[in-house]
């Protein structure tokens, strides 16, 4: 008997060793607040990192859309040649406020004909937008942690009663 399930094909095995920011790559970014599947969206990948010896992608989500929803740490790409590889007729942008890390081997990437998920990659002026956006993202989760342990500095330790 023929077997129906459909499997979703692996990322290539180079992506580990290939895949850096500024790539554009091919993702089923999940949506909120919604039950319909993920779609199939170019991503903007913002950070490779490496956790317990895993690699991991920290992908921006894409649109041409401008709501409250859709902004913060933005890098807007325009260009014939870029939107064309996009496949978009006006400017787009990645939207780094809307990211998600996941690790090289999710099965939410989709592959091309040649077996890659990686369509292109960005291009001055936009490489260098990005680069200061990522230095902003960093710099924001820098205060964070610092503020966290300031707050765990101050508090004083509980003392037990035995009564």
């Known amino acids: 008997m023929l077997d129906n399930t459909f499997q979703q094909p692996k990322p290539a095995k180079h992506l580990q060793t290939v895949l850096q920011p500024g790539h554009i790559v091919m993702f089923r970014f999940p949506v909120r607040l919604t039950d319909d599947p993920p779609k ?40 014939e040649t870029m939107l064309k590889v996009l496949k978009q007729r006006k400017s787009t942008r990645f939207v780094g406020a809307r990211r998600i890390t996941v690790s090289l081997d999710h099965h939410g990437f989709a592959c091309n004909r040649d077996g890659t998920p990686i369509l292109s990659a960005l291009v001055d ?5 990005m680069h200061a956006v990522r230095a902003r993202i ?12 300031a707050r765990a500095r101050r508090r004083k330790p509980k003392q037990l009663s035995l009564s």
């Open 40 to 79: 199939i969206r170019p991503c903007l990948v913002l950070d490779v990192v490496r956790r317990g010896g895993e690699q991991f992608a920290v992908l921006a989500y894409n649109t041409k859309v401008q709501t409250n929803a859709n902004c913060g740490h933005e890098v807007a790409v325009s260009g």
């Open 125 to 129: 002026p936009s490489v260098e937008w």
């Open 138 to 149: 960093h710099a924001m989760a820098d205060i964070r942690k610092e503020r966290r342990e």
